[in-house]
């Protein structure tokens, strides 16, 4: 998946929480958390910053990687995780 592709699968929410009652404050509604393609790809930063530093370092280019590549890089890797997870899930 490249810039020619953007998914619009995003998973379920990552960190869902229902609404609880706190004494004295009454209902308190849930939250839908982050999607689960979002926490993929905050996971896979690390692996895309230090693939964008090793083509750095390789090519002599001695600037950091450019943040939106990186970031590119994280996303494709988190919808390749969901690709694995879907497929998974149809077994």
């Given at each position: 998946m490249s810039?020619?592709?953007?998914?619009?699968?995003?998973?379920?929410?990552?960190f869902p929480t229902?609404?609880?009652?706190?004494?004295?404050?009454g209902w308190q509604h849930g939250q839908e958390g982050?999607?689960?393609?979002?926490?993929?790809a905050a996971a896979a930063l690390p692996v895309a910053q230090a693939n964008w530093q090793k083509h750095n370092d390789?090519?002599?280019?001695?600037?950091?990687?450019?943040?939106?590549?990186?970031a590119n890089e994280a996303y494709e890797i988190a919808d390749a995780m969901l690709a694995a997870r879907k497929e998974g899930n149809q077994s």
């Open positions: 810039e020619k592709e953007i998914t619009t699968d995003n998973g379920e929410s990552a229902t609404g609880f009652d706190i004494p004295n404050h982050m999607t689960l393609r979002d926490y993929f390789e090519n002599n280019e001695g600037e950091e990687p450019v943040k939106s590549l990186v």
